[in-house]
């Protein structure tokens, strides 16, 4: 079962909060959506609506991405699949790797 997507109001507490996390504070931009005619900066609201579509958009489709399972494994299980899905990524330096390992 897919929860539901979550409100305009539940996504601003999330994106305040992470970027708060950060060190970012919204509420020193100016309010609504108008940018600040001396600095440029971005109205809150429009900020916040440009964040929101971003986490319901590009977090989503980045979260359902899953890798390919290596080639010459054919398997049809799922369950197989993923867990062949989870390979160590490639280095640019192996040989650096396997000496470390020793």
Same mark, same amino acid.
């Given at each position: 079962?897919?929860? %539901? +997507?979550?409100?305009?109001?539940?996504? @601003? #507490?999330?994106?305040?909060?992470?970027?708060?996390?950060?060190?970012?504070? =919204?509420?020193?931009? %100016?309010?609504?959506?108008t940018?600040?005619?001396?600095?440029?900066?971005?109205?809150?609201?429009? #900020? =916040?609506?440009? =964040?929101?579509?971003?986490?319901?958009?590009? #977090?989503? @489709? =980045?979260?359902?991405?899953?890798?390919? +399972?290596?080639?010459?494994?054919?398997?049809?299980?799922?369950?197989?699949?993923?867990?062949?899905s989870?390979?160590r990524?490639?280095?640019?330096?192996?040989?650096?790797a396997?000496?470390?390992?020793?």
């Open positions: 079962m897919t929860p %539901p +997507a979550p409100t305009d109001a539940e996504l @601003n #507490v999330a994106i305040r909060a992470r970027l708060a996390s950060l060190g970012i504070d =919204l509420d020193q931009l %100016p309010p609504g959506t940018a600040d005619p001396e600095t440029g900066a971005p109205g809150r609201d429009s #900020v =916040l609506a440009s =964040l929101r579509s971003f986490m319901r958009g590009t #977090v989503a @489709n =980045l979260a359902a991405y899953r890798l390919p +399972a290596p080639e010459g494994t054919g398997s049809a299980d799922p369950a197989t699949a993923a867990a062949l989870q390979q990524a490639p280095m640019l330096y192996p040989s650096i396997q000496e470390w390992r020793k």
